[in-house]
């Protein structure tokens, strides 16, 4: 018993991982640790039953908690997005305008992966729309099937970290900042990100031309003047949402929920006037939309139940121990952590990751006076390879789900290897350059009490005489009167009553 009450922190985490490791869901591997352990420690004596107290106004503090409502909205938006067709409309317009190029499908799947992430952030619809698109027509023109896998797997996790992410708006409530500032932040950090698979695919194309064939001209259908106008109906739409979300968002007209509601409504005309919005899409967009925020919210209220019993056994205090005595410093953290992250993301979808790990290491991060806006978008692309890797990439799934049987799945396997290095590669540049993060966001004032001064408005009486604290006061007229009755402090008004009907009777 004494170990177990020494060691209530390391075990309640070790036993989570071995919940999840058995794949138990998420949401109930965190709320039965909770309480199995809170009641282990109120029996050892190390936590009161009155803890348990404080359970329902941590879950109403989930439920009331406004910044969550953006979920449900993006989703929505990119869903009916997704089902509209903005997709195919994006790929062949793309296509079309890079046919001529050395590996120009490739480049559009990147550049519409882009677009979509900035519309939808979901990943799984980008990655399935563009693989039951582009990738039998990459097939078909001799592209090599590793690079083609790749490129869609990878173009897809865009909308992971390129705004309105999901995962951002979740990193943002553990991290306790701005959704507008971690979209701000990572906005730059995205495109860099894309610009690198650009340059990748840029270089296959160039060193190896096999790989990423330009499309023969027969397969060219549109020119000069219906293809302007084709990329101006199937481009400036999407273009017009991104502003309406983004923009005002970033200009401070709209707040993050009130963006997410005005592209939900933006998606809905994009549908309408695409003639595509029937019942059935919005059945389907519904329903997945209500699927997806009960995921969320009970792994939230679970993470809540987990977190009230670890910080009650301090376990706190023992990953600040743990990782805060870190050799190096600022940069033996950061490395440490990136390192444990990558890890834990070959087993753990980065919904687990930004509710399990991210509320532990928030405050040694901010102990150690990291930025938690740079933190969070530096996390959130690293958690982009949780869907790369194997076992368990999911964006790795998906396109297995949708791709011929005639590709295997150890070719989507190694197609990803070379964009999870990218994935890595940007993780070091954000933190050998913190300002692609921090330029732009908004400086927290400092006030130097030295140099405060306090101005007295001319023309009001002023009393020149200094105010003096603790003395008595020197005019006799401003001395009480023997017969006033004294000032009785407010705690002891009992005793006051008492010496007053004692004064009666007498």
């Known amino acids: ?23 138990y869901p998420v949401a109930f591997a965190l709320a039965a640790n909770g309480v199995v352990f809170g009641l282990i420690g109120i029996e050892l004596g190390l936590l009161t039953p009155a803890l348990f107290q404080a359970l329902p106004d941590r879950i109403f503090g989930v439920m009331s908690n406004d910044t969550l409502l953006a979920i449900p909205f993006f989703t929505f938006m990119g869903l009916v997005l997704e089902r509209s067709g903005m997709a195919e409309d994006l790929l062949d317009t793309i296509g079309q305008l ?62 992971q970290i390129i705004p309105p992410s999901l995962v951002l708006i979740i990193m943002a409530d553990q991290l306790g900042r701005s959704v507008g500032d971690m979209y701000q932040g990572a906005l730059i950090p995205g495109l860099v990100l894309t610009a690198l698979y650009v340059g990748y695919v840029g270089l296959v194309a160039v060193f190896k ?61 994009m549908a309408f006037m695409r003639k595509r919005l029937d019942i059935s899409l919005l059945k389907q967009a519904m329903e997945t939309t209500a699927k997806l925020t009960t995921f ?3 792994i939230l209220v679970g993470a809540r139940v987990f977190s009230l019993t670890f910080y009650g056994v301090e376990g706190h205090l023992w990953v600040e121990h743990l990782l805060a005595g870190l050799p190096g410093g600022q940069l033996g953290f950061l490395i440490v952590v990136n390192i444990l992250i990558f890890l834990l993301a070959f087993f753990l979808d980065f919904f687990e990751l930004a509710f399990i790990v991210v509320p532990l290491l928030a405050p040694v991060a901010e102990k150690l006076g990291i930025d938690l806006i740079w933190f969070g ?37 190694w197609g990803a290897v070379p964009f ?44 020149d005489t200094p105010i003096q604290f ?32 004692q004064g009666d009777k007498k």
């Open 1 to 23: 018993m004494e170990f177990i009450a020494a060691n209530m922190a390391p075990l309640m985490f070790g036993s989570l991982v071995i919940f999840l490791l058995f794949g």
């Open 98 to 159: 890079f046919g001529p190029v050395r590996g120009g499908l490739a480049f559009a799947v990147i550049f519409v992966g882009a677009i979509l992430a900035a519309t939808t952030g979901v990943v799984a619809a980008s990655v399935i729309s563009m693989g039951l698109i582009s990738l039998p027509i990459m097939m078909r023109y001799g592209y090599d099937q590793r690079l083609a896998t790749g490129v869609i797997a990878a173009s897809g996790t865009l909308a």
């Open 209 to 269: 031309p096999a790989m990423a064939p330009a499309l023969p001209p027969e397969a060219r259908t549109l020119r000069g003047a219906k293809l302007f106008l084709r990329v101006l109906t199937s481009l400036v739409p999407p273009l017009l949402l991104i502003f309406l979300v983004l923009g005002t968002i970033f200009l401070g007209i709209a707040t993050p929920t009130e963006g997410g509601a005005m592209g939900a409504f933006g998606a809905l005309m």
């Open 296 to 298: 969320v919210v009970f």
């Open 377 to 413: 978008v530096l996390l959130g692309v690293n958690m982009q390879t949780s869907f790369m890797h194997p076992p368990f990439g999911f964006a790795l799934f998906y396109l297995r789900s949708v791709a011929p049987p005639s590709i295997k799945t150890t070719q989507i396997y």
């Open 420 to 463: 999870v290095i990218i994935q890595i590669i940007m993780v070091a540049i954000i933190i050998l350059f913190p300002q692609l993060v921090t330029m732009g966001l908004d400086k927290q004032a400092t006030v130097d009490t030295d140099t405060v001064e306090i101005v007295v408005p001319e023309g009001e009486a002023q009393d």
């Open 470 to 501: 603790g003395n008595e006061p020197k005019d006799e007229a401003a001395k009480p009167a023997d017969d006033a009755i004294p000032a009785v402090p407010e705690d002891d008004a009992v005793k006051a009553l008492e010496k007053a009907l």
